[in-house]
């Protein structure tokens, strides 16, 4: 459940991250949409994965141990398990935690964890935050 200062919350949480480094298990996208969620309602939601791994392969191992699977199933769990609302993309407000694929860290395309800010998609970046446009959204949930 959402704490009465949420929106506060929410926009602290982005702003002290802001030039905050990627680092896989600390400010990774899983780890930092977490984060936004755990300044929201209080409840790390990354408990069980947190500073658990190094790399990418350590983060998909994880992953899919608390999942069973990627990015999108750990969001579903963590969603279903908590009563998120499940959300149309296009209807997606500042706080919303979004699913979406991204050339972000790469040329390849990637899933990847943000939460939606200031109309963007706001997501770890390697220097830090990055600002993305909403249209790549695929999945939207609101923790309520």
């Given amino acids: 459940m959402r704490k ?24 990774d996208c899983a780890t ?3 984060d936004v969620m ?7 939601y990354a408990e069980s994965f947190r500073h658990k ?5 350590g983060a998909a191992r994880e992953l899919l141990r608390f999942a069973g699977g990627g990015l999108k199933e750990t969001a579903e769990k963590i969603c279903s398990e908590n009563n998120f609302l499940t959300i149309k993309p296009a209807r997606a407000k500042i706080g919303d935690l979004i699913y979406f694929r991204t ?4 040329n390849t395309p990637r899933d990847v964890l943000g939460v939606y800010y200031e109309d ?11 600002f993305l446009d ?10 309520v």
């Fill in 4 to 27: 009465k200062e949420w929106l506060a919350c929410t926009i602290e949480t982005v702003e002290e991250r802001r030039f905050v480094p990627f680092k896989w298990g600390f400010n």
């Fill in 53 to 57: 791994y190094k790399t990418g392969l």
């Fill in 134 to 143: 909403p249209r790549g959204v695929i999945k939207a949930w609101r923790s």
């Fill in 32 to 34: 930092f949409a977490c």
């Fill in 120 to 130: 963007n998609i706001v997501a770890t970046g390697i220097e830090g935050l990055a």
């Fill in 103 to 106: 050339c972000l860290l790469g």
């Fill in 38 to 44: 755990l300044a929201q309602t209080g409840v790390d």
